[in-house]
């Protein structure tokens, strides 16, 4: 793997896309720190401590901006919230159907309107935050220098830019970078917070030597867990196809044998960061509103029986939901009989498309609730140890930070073959 690493960067090309993506992630945290104008910094790092537990899982996948109150405290949550609106609309509203099978231009419009109602949901979740800190539950003074109307306005513009910064950069990324960017930015959110949980979980208890072989055993069990979640990411279940012999002027063509690749996790880490959305949205209605029994609701979402519950009926959800759009089983059927070919056994046409139905639901089921287990599983554990590394090391952060590792490395293997190097899997 290392040599992969070196063969990339001998690539010029290549070695810029790797550059600029560090380098705008290199922004995306240092943009984390950078106060919103008129906050207290120490006066609000000392009431964020007291926060719920919804408060600090926002917190993680925002990278501590929003600890921070930085201008990147809204994080990527309101992109990938009005990304699930517009993915449930394809199937809801007509015409959104159709823009998404209308090829680029299609493509075009939703991601414009993704874009707008991305700013709708920052600017309402802006005001939430700047009321929620401001109440007695917290009550933090901000800055009385100028007008209070005016710092209201000034706190709410700086969150919704900073939402807007970060899609931009996101943006930036998946088109002259490696990789999807919204998923690294979520990645490098949550490895910014490893170090931190992992002196919280050593100096956890009074004595320092169990707290430091805690944390050697949870770091020794996620290391065990990593190869079995990465088999299971590319894991496949193969449908073989076979082309019938025909004359093409002077030329046999067919007759060779294929397969169809369905990976058994192939909506990959899509479903759990939907999840964790859907999940932690009722926090964002808290922070909105301020009410104590959609508090109350919040913190049972959170954690605990329903939180688990929720969390792997959504997984699950989310895997059948998103693997249905990206693969069409009617096309590909019709494909493979404009090519002249067939899966043994079964007829071509309305059989085929059945098969290959019947088969995503059978591959897609223990998929999803391999990693639902997966995302579950560390979250129980520390609900009743309180270990903040099992928090950040969960299995929601280790699955999103497991499947973007090996969606780049996919993405830069291709690059590296298209120059005749081996890459990353061989």
């Known amino acids: 793997m290392l040599s992969s690493i070196i063969d990339a960067f001998k690539v010029p090309e290549l070695r810029k896309k790797i550059l600029f993506t560090l380098a705008i992630l290199a922004l995306y945290r240092f943009g984390a720190y950078v106060p919103v104008p008129g906050i207290p910094f120490h006066e609000f790092a000392t009431a964020f401590q007291d926060t719920g537990v919804a408060m600090t899982m926002l917190d993680l996948f925002t990278g501590g901006a929003l600890s921070n109150f930085s201008v990147f405290s809204l994080g990527i949550m309101p992109y990938i919230t009005a990304s699930i609106i517009m993915q449930l609309m394809q199937g809801v509203i007509p015409a959104v159907g159709r823009w998404a099978r209308e090829g680029d231009t299609g493509r075009r419009k939703i ?6 109602l991305t700013l709708g949901l920052g600017l309402i979740n802006a005001v939430g935050y700047l009321l929620l800190f401001k109440s007695p539950a917290y ?3 901000f800055s009385t220098e100028v007008p209070e109307a005016l710092t209201n306005i000034i706190i709410v513009f700086t969150l919704v830019a900073g939402t ?3 899609m931009w950069m996101g943006e930036l990324i998946t088109q002259r970078g490696i990789g999807n960017g919204m998923s690294l930015i979520i990645f490098v959110s949550i490895v910014s917070r490893v170090p931190s949980a992992i002196f919280s979980s050593a100096t956890l208890t ?4 169990t707290g430091i072989a805690l944390t050697i055993v949870i770091l020794a069990v996620v290391l065990v867990c990593i190869p079995l979640i990465i088999f299971v990411e590319r894991a496949q279940r193969r449908i073989p196809v076979n082309y019938a012999k025909r004359v093409q002027g002077r030329k046999m063509m067919g007759g060779q044998s294929t397969y169809i690749p369905l990976k058994v ?3 990959g880490v899509i479903p759990i960061i939907f999840a964790s959305c859907i999940i932690y949205f009722p926090a964002q209605l808290a922070a909105i509103f301020n009410v104590d029994w959609l508090t109350t609701f919040a913190n049972w979402c959170s954690t605990g029986w329903l939180n688990w519950l929720l969390t792997v009926a959504l997984i699950v959800f989310f895997a059948y939901f998103y693997t249905s759009m990206v693969f069409n089983p009617e096309e590909t059927a019709d494909n493979i009989r404009k090519q002249g070919g067939f899966i043994p056994g079964v007829r071509p046409g309305t059989a085929t498309v059945q098969y290959i139905k019947n088969v995503i639901n059978r591959v897609t089921l223990p998929g999803g609730i391999f990693i639902a287990l997966i995302a579950v599983v560390p ?7 309180n270990n903040q590394l099992i928090q950040a090391f969960g299995g929601t952060s280790i699955l999103i930070m497991i499947g973007v590792a090996l969606d780049t490395m996919s993405k830069v293997e291709s690059q590296l073959k298209m120059y005749n190097y081996e890459g990353f899997f061989k």
């Open 206 to 209: 009074s004595d320092l030597g």
């Open 379 to 385: 979250t129980i554990i520390f609900y009743f140890t």
């Open 265 to 267: 996790n192939a909506a």
């Open 139 to 141: 009550g933090v003074q």
């Open 111 to 116: 991601t414009q309107v993704t874009r707008y």
């Open 164 to 166: 807007a910064f970060i």
